[in-house]
């Protein structure tokens, strides 16, 4: 009888942990909204957009999203600098930014200002690293700084 107790205690734990899920929490949140909005949110907190074009069927955009952007230091590097919006381009709004911005290759990530327009555009996969620093060079190119909320100011970094 004790053994068939102990069996039926690990069984309900083991099918308990099993159906628990770990997930990695993003350190910073892709934009929700739709894309009008998010331009007028852009305008609003003076930060420059990434729009991250992607689609279910994309390997390369899956790895980009399980390897690159779960990054905590590039999720705190994007949460300061960039409004960060996904694309999907299997809906019809998807498909709509698709041909409004000509992108031809899955993934890609545009960097948009809404008042200088595009300002960077990157094919493929990218290392969280390595995508960092090329963002870092778009900042550094059009004298993108992040403002601080509180009295309006660029930080110098």
Not at 38 to 46: A, N
Not at 69 to 85: I, M, R
Request: charged residues 25%; positive net charge; hydrophobic residues 40%.
């Amino acid at each position: 009888m004790k053994k068939l107790f102990a069996f039926l205690i690990i069984t309900i734990a083991f099918t308990s942990l099993a159906s628990f899920k770990v997930s990695k929490p993003e350190n910073f949140g892709f934009y929700k909204g739709s894309f009008d909005n998010l331009i007028r949110e852009s305008k609003k907190q003076k930060k420059p957009i990434i729009l991250d074009f992607w689609a279910a069927w994309c390997a390369p955009c899956q790895k980009l999203d399980k390897e690159t952007f779960t990054d905590k230091e590039l999720g705190a590097y994007l949460s300061q600098n960039f409004l960060v919006y996904k694309v999907d381009i299997d809906t019809f709004d998807g498909m709509e930014i698709v041909d409004r911005f000509s992108i031809d290759v899955f993934p890609t990530m545009l960097v948009y200002d809404s008042k200088n327009g595009q300002l960077g555009k990157f094919k493929g996969f990218y290392p969280a690293g390595y995508l960092q620093k090329e963002l870092e060079k778009v900042q550094a190119k059009h004298h993108i700084y992040p403002v601080r909320s509180q009295d309006g100011l660029a930080i110098n970094r």
